[in-house]
């Protein structure tokens, strides 16, 4: 898939776990784990939206495109 997933990066550089991402966006642990492991065709922009505001970070921060 040529969309990369940068979650968990962004993650590790504020020093935050995958709970406390759920809890502060309200979206459950293991719908944030498939979208980490990029097990997800779709994503809401209003879950782009929680996930940016929560971790002061912008969309194109969460997201890599890398040609096949």
Known sequence: MPII?????ILADRKMS???LS???G??????SNLKTGKVSAIRLSTIEAICKSLDC????LFEYQEE
Do not use: A, H
């Open 5 to 9: 997933i940068r979650l968990d990066r």
């Open 18 to 20: 995958l709970t406390e």
């Open 23 to 25: 809890q502060k966006v």
């Open 27 to 32: 979206i459950t642990i293991v719908n944030l």
């Open 58 to 61: 912008q969309p194109g921060d």
